[in-house]
Each structure stands twice: as C-alpha cells, then as structure tokens.
C-alpha cells in the first residue's frame, strides 16, 4: 500500500511529503519542477537531493540535473560547476563530458563575441591560475580536479598548450577519446610542433585501429623531433597494425638505435625476423626484452619457438617453462613442453635403437 501511495506522488511531484529523508525523491520533484518551468524550487529540490544523497550515481545525477536548470536560467558559469561535481562521481559518464565541452564552448563564443554576463570579475581568478592549478593537481595524479582547472582556463581563453595535452591525457585514462583528440588537435594550434601532442594523437588512433591517422601523427611527431626512441617505437606499432612488418622493423631499428627500453619493441623485431627465417637476430631481440621486461610472455614464446627451429629443444624447453611458471593457464606452452619431452624421448630411444649400434 505504502509502494502504491508513494508512487503516486512521485508523479505529482509530492513524494518527499511520505518520506522527507529521500533524496530520490527529492531528485524526482525537481525533474517536474523542471519540467513546470518553476526553476528556483527545482534548484531547492535538487540541493536538498544532493545533501541527502549517499548513492554515487544519485549524487552525479542530482548535479548534472542542477547544471541543466542553471543552464536554463542563463548562468552557465554556475552550471559548468555543477557538471564538474557531477563528472567527478561518475568520471566515466561521456554525457557529463559532452555536456561540459558544449557549454564550455558556448561561454568561449559569447566571452569572444562581448555579450551574455558570463565573464568572471577583475578579482577571480584569471586564465594562468587555473592552469597553474591544473598543473599541480595532475602532478599529484588528482585527475577529476586538475580536469576541472584545465577547463575552467579553457573558458577563460588560456592559450598554454600543455594545459590541453595534460587535459587530453586525463581524457584519454577515462576513455573519452574522440574529446581527447580535440584537446590535442588544439595544443597543435597553439604550437605547431607540438611533439607530444602528435605523439599522443597518434596513440589514439592506434587504440582506435585508425593506423593511417596515428602514422599521419607520428610523422608530424619525428618531424618535430627526429630523437624521441618512443615515438619510432608507437610508428612500429601503427606499421604492424598495417601488416607492413619490414616497416615496422625499420621504425623499431630505429628506437633501438637511440637506445629504446621498450620491451614490445624487442619482442615484436623478434616476432618479425622469425617470420623472416633470420632466427639468430629473433634470439638475440626476444632476450633483449625478457631482460628489460621478466614477466613478458609473449618474448618467452616466441624465444621458445626459435629456439625449437634451430633445434635448440632443451633450451626451447627450459623457456617454455619459464613461461609456464609465469601463466600457468597458458595451454600454447603447456602443450609444446609436452610435445619437446615426447621428443627428447623419442630422440633418446633412437639413440639406443640396435638399429643405431
């Protein structure tokens, strides 16, 4: 009975008159008020929402439902505030992330065009505080909050291009890529050789299987800077993305030369010249990255299996082992090491076969 009367009033908006202590239903009335046009009670009901809260979601949802009304009323400022708060429960929810570029954007083109009320006062803070804050706040990894700073400048017109390649790194960890790409394309027009933007850029696009696009950013990247091993090492990537192996072993050759510690760099040069039939330059880049990375699988493998080319079998089984100790769900190197031990002892009874004598 006390589900049926409750529902009742929610959808009269009342249902905080049954139970004063519930922020949903605090939330619910100030949709409809919302919904009436009666926004300054809408505001009421949503704060009251918020103060209840305990729920994550109810608390992100309650402050983005505050930033629409307050986007209604004109003072956007005051809703970009209240969608930050909301990201910061619900990071991961691109809705808040669309909705704070929009409105951000908005509050550029009326601060550049001189109309609306939506510039802060001589006595707030300008542009560089913010990415002063900004800066400090993603130093010590605090993304949420160095995110709000980074877009806080952005409103205020900064122009400091690692204001956006530290806001689309944030971006990138909470995967909002296709806004990432935007804050980097503009660390780009505010410095044109941007290497770590492009860099960066070029990482999305791997990620996003677009290997044309990340090769585009790579170049623009070594162009800049010629001496960066990473940045030889992500081309490779991109260039195995493309099936272009000899390529992608001239990319790797090349970080290799300026004294890369990538792991993966080793191991894939390792994979190609395996595939290449030249099993001693495979040996010596997969040892290579076992000794810069211990726990890489993939290296121990692929060890294993040029190792057992070149009949090398105890030695291909010992690193079969390896990697079985380190993944011992592995079936690929469980199943070779029972198939060299039935070899081995296969060979054995050969060895003392009269036939042999």
């Not at 992330?97 to 939506?118: A, T, Y």
């Not at 081309?235 to 030369?257: P, T």
């Not at 890489?296 to 089984?317: H, N, Q």
Request: with cysteine; glycine share 4%; net charge negative.
């Amino acid at each position: 009975m006390y589900r049926d009367k409750l529902t009742d009033k929610i959808a009269h908006g009342k249902a905080v008159e049954l139970d004063p202590r519930n922020a949903a239903a605090y939330n619910t009335k100030g949709q409809i008020l919302r919904l009436q046009g009666n926004y300054e009670d809408f505001l009421q009901a949503f704060e009251e929402a918020i103060e209840l809260a305990t729920a994550t979601d109810n608390i992100a949802d309650s402050y983005f439902n505050k930033g629409l009304v307050l986007v209604e009323l004109g003072r956007y400022l005051e809703a970009l505030d209240a969608y930050y708060k909301a990201r910061q429960y619900d990071p991961k929810n691109e809705e808040y992330s669309d909705e704070i570029f929009r409105i951000s954007q908005k509050v550029r083109e009326m601060n550049l065009s001189g109309i609306g009320d939506v510039s802060l006062s001589l006595s707030q803070p300008k542009a560089e505080a913010y990415v002063d804050k900004g800066h400090i706040f993603f130093q010590a990894k605090r993304f949420v909050e160095a995110l709000q700073a980074y877009d806080s400048a952005i409103v205020l017109g900064t122009k400091d291009a690692q204001c956006y390649i530290n806001l689309g790194s944030i971006l990138v960890r909470y995967q909002h890529y296709e806004e990432a790409i935007r804050r980097f394309t503009q660390a780009i027009q505010l410095n044109s050789c941007c290497t770590s933007a492009y860099f960066e850029k070029g990482n999305i696009f791997v990620t996003l299987a677009r290997y044309d696009e990340s090769l585009q950013a790579f170049d623009a990247a070594i162009q800049c800077d010629p001496h960066l091993a990473s940045v030889h090492v992500a081309k490779g990537h991109a260039l195995l993305g493309l099936n272009r192996q000899e390529d992608a072993l001239k990319s790797y050759k090349k970080a290799i030369d300026l004294h890369s510690n990538d792991a993966l760099c080793y191991s894939n040069s390792g994979d190609i010249f395996s595939g290449l039939h030249a099993y001693d330059e495979a040996v010596q880049m997969y040892q290579q990255a076992i000794q810069r990375e211990p726990q890489l699988i993939p290296a121990y493998l692929g060890l294993s299996r040029v190792l057992f080319e070149l009949k090398r079998y105890v030695d291909a089984l010992v690193t079969y082992i390896q990697a079985w100790v380190l993944d011992k769900k592995s079936p690929i190197a469980l199943q070779k090491m029972h198939d060299i031990v039935a070899l081995l002892h296969e060979n054995d009874n050969d060895r003392y076969s009269p036939t042999n004598w």
